[in-house]
Nanobody, 122 residues
Framework: VKLVESGGGSVQPGGSLRLSCAAS???????MAWFRQAPGKEREAVAT???????YYADSVKGRVAISRDNANNTLDLQMNSLQPDDSATYYC??????????????????WGQGTQVTVSS
């Protein structure tokens, strides 16, 4: 599965961005997630969505972020609202086929996009 992210950019604190990820193949029974990595920090899970549509959110973004997927079009989106400077990072789309649960760890996912930069600054 090849993943290509889009939608990053610069925004002022309190603003919104919508990230999109296009997958080259079918996303049926594929766990998909958004991770982010800031300079000098480890890659962390932002949100994960099971093939059933059930979603997991990191505590740091809960209530401000919504992950969604369109299996018919093989796309994954991340709507981010009330952005803060701490949200600045490179955001990565990730995927892995799974017959069961998804694991919210970067080491578990085996397909990655190239990343898209999000900068939140006044």
């Amino acid at each position: 599965v090849k993943l290509v992210e889009s939608g990053g950019g610069s925004v002022q604190p309190g603003g919104s961005l919508r990230l999109s990820c296009a997958a080259s193949g079918s996303t049926y029974r594929v766990c998909m997630a958004w991770f982010r990595q800031a300079p000098g920090k480890e890659r962390e899970a932002v949100a994960t969505i099971f093939h059933s549509g059930r979603a997991y959110y990191a505590d740091s973004v809960k209530g401000r972020v919504a992950i969604s997927r369109d299996n018919a079009n093989n796309t994954l989106d991340l709507q981010m609202n009330s952005l803060q400077p701490d949200d600045s990072a490179t955001y990565y789309c990730a995927a892995r086929w799974s017959s069961g649960s998804c694991v919210n760890s970067p080491s578990w996912f085996n397909h990655w996009g190239q990343g898209t930069q999000v900068t939140v600054s006044s």
